[in-house]
């Protein structure tokens, strides 16, 4: 999600920085923008000139001091909320006052991050949906104390800055995009297991039946089997209702390392690109 937001903000015309922990991770993220921007490039949708600015606007970096001078900073690590208050406690501390500081959580606590920063009045979600550079859509999230303020700034920009839709959303675990499409995703997991329909048919049936892009299947495996698990689980202890319960079939896949597109392999089998094949 990180390299996607960072190319996406950059083709926009704004300059990034990108943190990471090491420089092999950089060299990944800058490599895998590149490969995005290639793909564009033999769809005739971007031009080498075009696809050389876009990379000449990103930064990357291993020190977080760099962020001093941003005007807005997105969190975008994997979902562990101590992982992620580490990362907003360090950041809080360089930024000043006026920087917006956005989390791309799908199901943590906004207002849980926002108590270990200073001002946490400034802290909200920026819910961004994959592929990032294809969806027009940004779930804009209020924490218990953002401010009116932040709300209106991080609005504008996702509206007027970056040219997508902003649903405003207040703090729940799951938000709506997140909630909805992970009880789909599930239902169709319960489908399966029953032997109603193989995961080929349901996908064909949701895919042609209802003009989805993609059926619930391959919609896990481009999300990450163990992204969907992880967020099926959060809801499953915040809500604590039974509908949350992930599929038996969706834990005994991502404890074989069936993860999705990111593994090659899941409902359905992927080449290096991410491009279906089976």
Not at 231 to 239: D, K, P, Q, W
Request: overall charge negative.
């Amino acid at each position: 999600m990180g390299q996607g937001i960072a190319e996406m903000l950059a083709s926009k015309g704004l300059e990034v920085i990108i943190i990471e922990q090491s420089e092999e991770r950089l060299d990944y993220g800058k490599q895998m923008i590149e490969v995005s921007l290639d793909k564009q490039i033999e769809k005739w949708a971007l031009t080498k000139a075009e696809k050389k600015l876009i990379m000449n606007r990103i930064e990357p970096s291993l020190g977080y001091d760099k962020l001093a001078g941003c005007e807005l900073v997105i969190e975008t690590i994997t979902e562990d909320l101590d992982s992620k208050k580490e990362i907003f406690k360090k950041i809080d501390k360089i930024c000043g006052a006026h920087v917006i500081l956005a989390s791309n959580t799908s199901t943590l606590s906004l207002t849980e991050l926002a108590s270990v920063t200073g001002n946490p009045d400034r802290v909200i979600g920026m819910h961004f949906i994959y592929p990032v550079f294809k969806i027009d859509l940004v779930e804009i999230v209020r924490g218990l104390k953002t401010s009116e303020d932040t709300f209106a700034r991080t609005k504008h920009f996702v509206e007027e800055i970056i040219r997508k839709k902003g649903v405003m959303v207040f703090e729940s675990p799951g938000f709506v995009t997140t909630r909805l499409i992970c009880l789909f995703i599930n239902e169709a997991l319960h489908v399966l297991e029953e032997g109603v329909a193989s995961a080929e048919d349901i996908d064909s049936a949701m895919r042609i039946g209802y003009s989805f892009q993609h059926g619930p299947f391959e919609m896990c495996d481009r999300f990450g089997l163990d992204s969907v698990l992880a967020a099926l689980e959060r809801m499953f202890r915040e809500y604590g209702e039974l509908k949350y319960r992930p599929s038996i079939v969706l834990k005994k896949m991502v404890r074989a390392g069936h993860l999705g597109v990111k593994s090659g392999a899941g409902f359905f089998k992927y080449d290096m690109d991410g491009d279906r094949i089976g």
